[in-house]
């Protein structure tokens, strides 16, 4: 508690002896929140599995999964048929009785907790069965929600588990329970050890456009190919071991829709057979060139690797001539890949394929082949952007995390808006056939496929190599990544609007529908605003704001580099970025990821104060001009324009000392006054009071609210008389002891005088309301519309009489119009 000396002085500005900050007001006795209470109260407790600086502990361990994948393509049925050799390593000090494997086909089946769970959003009000109902407007269900339910009623989706076997033959029992299945071992596996054991599966892929998922197939009936053609794309397409973790052990929460994957690192040797005519894009590294590509497409890829612009291995005319026949000969296309957590593929007759080399130098992966599938839906639209946009996501990304380690990066058109795999992206732009032939794309599509891209490709950086939990912490892959693709778009071009700047979040953070981003992602109400651009925003504002870039850009590439290949919890990442950067940001992290509060910081009022001088004769003068400085009473200004005579005026043979003398009259009592009130100053008083009357400055005092409850730095930027402007960056503790209200205390010199303040200025900050950021208030400038209210906007009665004249028209004469 700081003790307060005040020395009295004449009106004007109060000179405070005690050098501490100007006074807080308005703390109401009993309602202090300390918003810069430290985290670690909620966060897990430090051990050796990952320590108090937010790093793997010197313990640290994880578990490993290889997968040896047999799997055939049947392209008339759209089924997978496989079978699996798992090799489950134990690298746990826990013994494991069982293992659990994730099913996510099994989401699509009827009975799932997916679409038991779905909700029904269509109807109107009032209710049904509420007295008024015949008159209500009916309920509403699209038809593409008609045309998912009608899709899973006719085809048998999930999968079939035909084995569950170790190597040796001996049958593993194993219970299904939704979306995932436990197999029990027949001996338990104790630390260190192994267990290998054999699944043989097979499904129904789904049609991607009829039931949303985030793989299945595309049909095109238009081609040339009697029946059309089909684009797969495989994900979530074999069973995966759940991931068993330090910090909640097996992982098994049922695949609702939201939460994505976690899942473990391991090496994949896997097969893949298909149409001799298809053209296969996968996770990993093409083991088998020779069997499936002709010589010449070898060479264009040989001399991709070193060319300025993309070449094509297939081109478009061998993909047009390639859509027109069908095949039932096949070809098996064996990829491998080392050290990835997931394994994903796309096949298909129409792609046309382009790459390019990456020179990314360093010891781990000098060249990455960038590389892009699409149909000739693709057109211009992926030939000039895709692959061009691979390489500069892996320029940007690598400098705030690591090299991209893997030999291929790829981006395959397909039913799929984006989903990011190892390796392997799905993006779903395309261009538009016209009447005349061309195929065009809007400025939209053309922003949306290179935003697309990079995001994917990023999230192979985040979470396919800094492996984070997506089930429980979707904002920690989509978050981290949309920051980071924002930084990336930006650098390709700042007019594309990314999304993420602080501006973007503030329309959500004010809405009823605001959850915590930690929250768990199948609860979250509207998971865009909060898991991508909520925390994208926040570390927009931490690093262009809070830290700076060398702080920020240092702290985040110790997170990566320290979690490549591991699996971070949030934990992790808010030690690291404190530890790091070395910037207490427990406030930060509380109140932009734990609650729901928002930025509305107002600047209520400026006071504009003169040192007094203490002397009556200047001080006493000076209040005479400030009481002479107000608008004359309009009782007092009527009274004089309706000739009204005043009473002194008629009466001036009546008068006294007070006619001569106000209350400004300054008398040998004040100087003596005065003269005592030097003669009591220590000599540093002395010196400091004098050198403030002298230099004369102006003491401005701003008071500021925070309306919103998140604390944030103020930033102050002020305009003077002479056309000058100053910035001042406040940080957020100056709101520790007083959360709700400050004041701050402002010297200028002299000349210097304050005309305007702007809070805010640049929008760093999401304040959600940016119109009481202004002192003098501004006017609010907006748009209004004029409208013509249509006769379908209210109830017209239907003129019976008249419509059943109209002749009814063919299919052809409605195809026409």
Aim: glycine fraction near 6%; aromatic fraction near 12%; hydrophobic fraction near 35%.
């Amino acid at each position: 508690m700081t003790s307060w000396s005040f020395k009295p002085l004449l009106t004007g500005f109060l000179l405070v002896v005690a050098t501490t900050a100007f006074s807080q007001i308005n703390q109401t006795k009993g309602d202090f929140e300390d918003k810069f209470r430290q985290l670690d109260e909620v966060l897990p407790t430090p051990n050796v599995y990952r320590n108090a600086a937010g790093e793997p502990g010197h313990m640290y361990w994880q578990q490993k999964v290889d997968y040896v994948i047999r799997a055939t393509l049947d392209e008339e049925k759209r089924r997978i048929t496989a079978s699996q050799n798992i090799t489950y390593t134990n690298n746990s000090p826990d013994t494991l009785k069982y293992l659990w494997i994730q099913l996510d086909q099994n989401i699509f089946k009827r009975n799932s907790m997916a679409a038991l769970t779905q909700t029904f959003g269509g109807m109107s009000s009032p209710a049904p069965d509420s007295a008024s109902a015949g008159a209500s407007s009916p309920a509403r269900i699209s038809l593409a929600a008609l045309r998912r339910q009608q899709f899973i009623e006719d085809v048998d989706l999930g999968y079939d588990i035909n084995k569950v076997a170790l190597r040796n033959g001996d049958t593993l029992k194993h219970t299904i329970v939704g979306t995932l299945m436990r197999v029990d071992l027949r001996q338990p596996l104790k630390p260190g050890d192994d267990v290998r054991f054999d699944i043989d599966f097979a499904f129904n892929i789904v049609e991607e456009d009829a039931v949303s998922a985030r793989s299945g197939y595309e049909h095109f009936p238009d081609d040339a190919r009697e029946g059309g053609n089909d684009i797969f794309l495989l994900a979530q397409w074999f069973p995966r071991l759940a991931a068993y973790t330090d910090y909640e052990a097996w992982t098994n929460k049922e695949f609702i829709g939201s939460g994505e994957f976690t899942l473990e690192f391991g090496d994949y040797d896997v097969s893949l057979t298909v149409p001799a005519d298809h053209i296969v894009s996968s996770t990993g590294e093409l083991a088998n060139p020779n069997d499936v590509l002709t010589r010449t497409q070898r060479n264009r890829l040989k001399e991709a690797e070193k060319a300025a612009r993309p070449v094509f291995i297939v081109t478009e005319e061998e993909a047009l001539e390639n859509e027109k026949e069908g095949t039932t000969d096949t070809k098996t296309w064996r990829f491998k890949a080392e050290n990835v957590r997931d394994f994903a593929w796309a096949s298909s007759r129409k792609f046309m394929w382009d790459a390019k080399g990456y020179p990314q130098g360093g010891d781990e992966q000098p060249l990455v082949m960038a590389m892009s599938f699409y149909p000739k839906e693709g057109g211009d639209l992926w030939k000039k952007y895709s692959t061009e946009s691979v390489i500069h996501t892996m320029e940007v990304y690598s400098r705030f995390s690591f090299d991209y380690p893997y030999p291929v990066a790829q981006s395959v058109n397909g039913p799929v808006g984006g989903m990011e795999y190892p390796m392997i992206t799905f993006n779903g732009p395309r261009t538009d056939l016209q009447d005349d032939g061309s195929r065009t794309y809007s400025l939209a599509e053309k922003r949306f496929l290179i935003g697309v891209v990079i995001h994917e490709i990023g999230h192979i950086y985040f979470p396919m190599i800094v492996n984070s939990d997506e089930r429980q912490w979707t904002w920690m892959d989509e978050g981290l990544n949309s920051f980071l693709d924002g930084v990336a778009g930006r650098e390709w071009d700042p007019m594309i609007p990314w999304g993420v700047e602080p501006s973007d979040i503030t329309d959500y953070m004010r809405s009823s529908t605001q959850v915590p981003i930690m929250t768990q992602s199948d609860s979250v109400l509207r998971l865009g605003p909060n898991a991508y651009t909520k925390p994208a925003a926040a570390l927009n504002i931490l690093r262009e704001t809070i830290l700076g870039r060398d702080l920020f850009d240092f702290a985040f590439k110790e997170y990566a580099q320290r979690w490549k290949y591991k699996r971070p919890t949030p934990a992790d990442f808010f030690r690291t970025m404190e530890e790091a950067s070395g910037v207490d940001l427990d406030w930060f992290f509380r109140g932009w990821f734990y609650s729901t509060d928002h930025v509305d910081i107002s600047l209520d009022s400026v006071y504009k104060l003169r040192m007094d001088t203490k002397d009556p004769d200047i001080d006493f003068s000076r209040q005479r001009e400030q009481s002479l400085d107000k608008p004359m009473s309009i009782t007092v200004e009527r009274n004089a324009s309706e000739g009204k005579q005043l009473w002194v005026e008629r009466n001036s043979d009546v008068s006294d000392f007070y006619d001569e003398n106000d209350i400004y009259t300054v008398t040998n009592k004040e100087r003596n006054s005065y003269q005592s009130f030097l003669a009591g100053l220590d000599p540093w008083e002395k010196v400091a009071f004098e050198r403030a009357v002298e230099e004369d400055k102006n003491y401005y005092v701003l008071s500021f609210s925070n309306l919103g409850g998140l604390v944030m730095p103020i930033i102050i930027e002020m305009t003077f008389t002479d056309g000058t402007t100053d910035m001042m960056r406040i940080p957020a503790e100056i709101w520790r002891r007083s959360p709700k209200q400050v004041q701050k205390l402002i010297v200028t010199d002299t000349d210097k005088v304050i005309e305007s303040i702007v809070i805010d200025p640049r929008w760093e900050t999401a304040d959600a309301n940016v119109s009481n950021n202004h002192f003098p208030r501004r006017i609010i400038e907006s748009r209004i519309e004029s409208f013509k209210r249509s006769a379908s906007s209210s109830k017209v009665a239907r003129d019976i009489m008249q419509d059943i004249k109209t002749e009814l028209k063919d299919e052809e004469e409605e195809e026409e119009q």
